[in-house]
């Protein structure tokens, strides 16, 4: 099992941050077990479990991420993708109304999180370089 996070490199930091923290969110609630038990420090605080494995965020051009979605999903990864819609939709509902008028061709995504396994993961986005 793999998991990345690919975003539009030309993002403001701030929308990039905001796209891999919703996109890791989305990814959690997709495979259990990803987040790991609380742990407990010397002092004995304790700290709510964080990710298992590590998930790289790594940067392509915004005409890119649809055809590596699409790349994805026929390879039989699970894909979920951070859409312009996403970013400017003020609630759920506005979000889950603008996607029912928008065709597949008129979404502009910002980000990725593609997860499944390795090595189709890995021959998917093994060239792309990592955020800056």
Do not use: W
């Amino acid at each position: 099992m793999k998991i990345v996070i690919v975003l539009d490199e030309k993002l403001p930091a701030g929308i990039m941050a905001n796209t891999s923290a919703a996109l890791a969110m989305s990814c959690c609630r997709k495979i259990p077990g990803i987040i790991g038990k609380d742990v407990t420090d010397a002092d004995m605080n304790i700290h709510p479990g964080l990710l298992t494995m590590p998930v790289p965020v790594l940067s392509s051009n915004a005409e890119q991420l649809g055809e590596i979605k699409r790349t994805a999903s026929d390879a039989g990864l699970d894909v979920i993708g951070f859409t312009d819609i996403a970013a400017r939709s003020r609630s759920y509902d506005s979000y889950i109304e603008s996607m029912a008028s928008s065709g597949s061709a008129d979404l502009k995504y910002l980000g990725l999180c593609i997860f499944g396994d390795t090595g189709k993961v890995r021959s998917i986005t093994g060239a792309l370089p990592l955020v800056k």
